[in-house]
């Protein structure tokens, strides 16, 4: 009889809710599908409320995936990072997945991993970013602690290569790029999207999608909308996303250049069902970040076939490459309207979207499980 080798991966996972616990769900099911026995170690308690300015941080939706969920880690409590070391030291795994986001987690991660290490385990950081978007002090201090107990790293944008290259410049560092969300339902047609949206379908609509805060760049977004043009031509700013920043300061941006008739606001959090429509109701997708490393918003509208108009920062630009699947731009509002316009004006979604077409298999889970599994 063969013995399955074993996966533990660590990270968020249900009923935590977010982009990384997707990301993890999907990735424990694509090992699962290969063969692989796999389990998801996951927390008890995740943020404390200074780090998560959202309504909530769980799913009140159904469990998304059959993979096994173990709840073991409180953030905050060195005795439940203790318990869940040895834990995933006794299980042996063949191989250890830590999910790296954010710096606050380096130290928790960091015992974890060094009371999970055996001679038949690798451990490998499956790094979604490495400087955080928003910084704040001990950053540098957490991840270092994180990244020294790690045998081998994974990177999906070469952007947070380079930065991981200049940090820990002797470790085994592999790039992958983010495979696109494929579990949030197939798509619909229009029509059937904005039934369901509530949205006029005689509009075309330029779609904000995630959630809000400052350096994705929506104040950019809503500034880029003041022009006739886009009256004058029936299309719309949808903004979908749960606001994790003064909703004031949007608001106030909105009134104050009136366009109120050109900008939709569905301000709450999208449950995974509803991610479909958004997407389908789309024309166009709008990333105008002021920083970033990989988005899953750039995988969404990949498998949606959505083009997309995204900022010149991070990794954005490694996915579509200018004039392709849409446009790379400055991170200003009139870089991004004059692309937009373009976008429109010249009938450019066809073209995009056979691009974006040609390169979904780029994009695939099982590529980013044989990379890992490579190392």
Not at 99 to 127: E, H, Y
Request: glycine content about 6%.
């Amino acid at each position: 009889m063969t013995i399955k080798p074993h996966i533990i991966i660590i990270g968020p996972a249900y009923p935590y809710r977010g982009g990384i616990a997707s990301f993890i769900h999907r990735l424990g099911e694509e090992y699962h599908s290969q063969g692989y026995s796999v389990e998801i170690v996951t927390f008890t308690y995740q943020y404390p409320g200074l780090l998560f300015p959202g309504t909530s941080q769980f799913n009140s939706g159904p469990n998304p995936t059959a993979v096994p969920i173990r709840r073991m880690i409180h953030s905050l409590n060195p005795f439940s990072w203790i318990r869940a070391g040895r834990y995933v030291r006794k299980q042996q795994p063949h191989r250890v997945l830590f999910n790296f986001w954010l710096p606050f987690f380096g130290f928790c991660f960091g015992i974890i991993s060094r009371l999970a290490k055996n001679p038949r385990t690798q451990v490998t950081g499956l790094m979604h970013n490495f400087i955080p978007h928003e910084p704040r002090p001990f950053d540098r201090i957490f991840t270092k602690f994180f990244t020294k107990s790690v045998d081998n790293f994974v990177v999906m944008s070469q952007s947070v290569k380079k930065q991981m290259e200049d940090f820990r410049p002797n470790q085994k560092i592999v790039f992958n790029p983010h495979p696109i969300y494929d579990n949030y339902g197939e798509p619909v047609n229009r029509n059937t999207a904005c039934e369901q949206l509530g949205l006029d379908p005689d509009y075309r609509y330029i779609l904000f999608f995630g959630f809000i805060r400052k350096y994705k760049g929506l104040d950019l977004a809503i500034q880029s909308m003041n022009d006739p043009y886009f009256a004058n031509n029936k299309i719309r700013l949808l903004i979908a996303g749960e606001y994790y920043d003064h909703p004031d300061i949007y608001k106030r941006l909105i009134q104050s250049l009136h366009q109120q008739n050109t900008i939709i606001e569905k301000t709450e959090f999208i449950p995974d069902d509803k991610v479909k429509y958004y997407f389908c109701a789309s024309d166009l997708v709008l990333q105008p970040y002021r920083n970033a490393t990989q988005s899953g918003i750039s995988q969404l509208a990949i498998y949606f076939e959505k083009p997309m108009v995204v900022t010149n920062v991070g990794g954005l630009q490694e996915i579509i490459g200018n004039s392709k699947g849409g446009f790379v731009v400055q991170s200003r509002p009139q870089a991004i309207r004059m692309a937009v316009i373009q976008y429109f004006d010249q009938n450019l979604g066809a073209k995009f979207t056979r691009h974006i077409r040609s390169i979904k298999p780029l994009f695939t889970w099982s590529n980013l499980v044989n990379c890992i599994e490579s190392i």
